[in-house]
């Protein structure tokens, strides 16, 4: 059975910074792409980032390229999401999620694992 569970959430003003991780229980995380996905209130789900299963291949959305990093530990089972030069739309929960597949993908349907989520919130 996988757990995710995420963590590094929390207040900063406008233009600060983050890191978020996500730590995976069982045996098949280093075989698996992660992703990280946000929810502010009142709006759908959307993708954030998403890492295949070595690394070598990421995937963002554009409103936070250039910002966000996505990176991953497989020796730890932990993935990683370093926010930078936040701004208040960037408010939100933020949830990490692993699929049974090597590949990134950016639909919410394409992850079979959810974690509880993380609050970020940013200041203006």
């Known amino acids: 059975q996988v757990q995710l569970v995420e963590s590094g959430g929390g207040l900063v003003q406008a233009g600060g910074s983050l890191r978020l991780s996500c730590a995976a229980s069982?045996?098949?995380?280093?075989?698996?792409?992660m992703a990280w996905f946000r929810q502010a209130p009142g709006k759908e789900r959307e993708f954030v980032a998403a890492i295949s299963w070595s690394g070598s291949i990421t995937d963002y959305a554009d409103s936070v390229k250039g910002r966000f990093t996505i990176s991953r530990d497989n020796a730890r089972n932990t993935v990683y999401l370093q926010m930078n030069s936040l701004k208040p739309e960037d408010t939100a929960v933020y949830y990490c999620?692993?699929?049974?597949?090597?590949?990134?993908?950016?639909?919410?349907?394409?992850?079979?694992?959810w974690g509880q989520g993380t609050q970020v919130t940013v200041s203006s």
């Open positions: 069982g045996r098949t995380f280093s075989c698996s792409a």
């Open positions: 999620a692993q699929r049974l597949g090597r590949q990134v993908r950016k639909k919410e349907d394409e992850y079979n694992y």
